[in-house]
T-cell receptor, first 117, second 108 residues
């Protein structure tokens, strides 16, 4: 059974940092691209970042220069280092497994990040 | 990376069909076949229901269908059922991903 479990969310002040983790199981992690997608309270989905099996990395313009995606294939884990956090980064952050070209077939339950003073 | 445009809401009675449009603005859907659709129920993660414009993952009912014409993609739900109520998002992939603005489907 495929499982993706996010952790690391919480309350942080503007300008602060957080590191999200996503532990995965049930598939060969090192052969798939992985992504972070977020959803602000009551709002729609927003793609944040992706990392391929070969470590090609892409970011949304809204987080470029502040967020860093990484993976540890030995630990079957995906990470998102978030620096210089802003109020508008407040959201549930999902990790998602990429399927084929351009789709997400498995999602975690999400972890809530709240940026507030 | 502007969001794709979807209608805010659509509704239909059980058994009817509804169609949700997804239109590119600065994102051009025209030349790409990597459009996916997601269903989301309250406080749940999204669920993939269509990929590659019109393909259904295993286990997704065939009342869900997708298509694309020019710069617009569409999701049709035929034979609407109560459990289809929720939010639906399109997504385009062009090296990076862009989601649609989301559509709330209400079953009357």
């Amino acid at each position: 059974e495929v499982q993706l479990v996010e952790s690391g969310g919480g309350l942080v002040k503007p300008g602060g940092s957080l590191r999200l983790s996503c532990a995965v199981s049930g598939f060969t992690f090192n052969t798939y691209s992985m992504n972070w997608v977020r959803q602000a309270p009551g709002k729609g989905l927003e793609w944040v970042s992706s990392i391929s099996s070969s470590n090609y990395i892409y970011y949304a313009d809204s987080v470029k220069g502040r967020f860093t995606i990484s993976r540890d294939n030995a630990k079957n884990s995906l990470y998102l280092q978030m620096n210089s956090l802003r109020v508008e980064d407040t959201a549930v952050y999902y990790c998602a497994k990429e399927f084929g070209m351009g789709a997400f077939d498995y999602w975690g339950q999400g972890t809530l990040v709240t940026v507030s003073s | 990376q502007s969001a794709l445009t979807q209608p805010r809401s659509v509704s239909g009675s059980p058994g009817q069909s509804v169609t949700i449009s997804c239109t590119g603005s600065s994102s051009d859907l025209r030349g790409y076949n990597y459009v996916s659709w997601y269903q989301q129920h309250p406080d749940k993660p999204p669920k993939l229901i269509i990929y590659d414009v019109s393909e259904r993952p295993s286990g997704v009912p065939d009342r869900f269908s997708g298509s694309k014409s020019g710069n617009a993609a569409s999701l049709t739900i035929s034979g609407l059922q109560d459990e289809d109520e929720g939010d639906y998002y399109c997504c385009s992939y062009e090296g990076t991903f862009v989601f649609g603005t989301g559509t709330e489907v209400t079953v009357l």
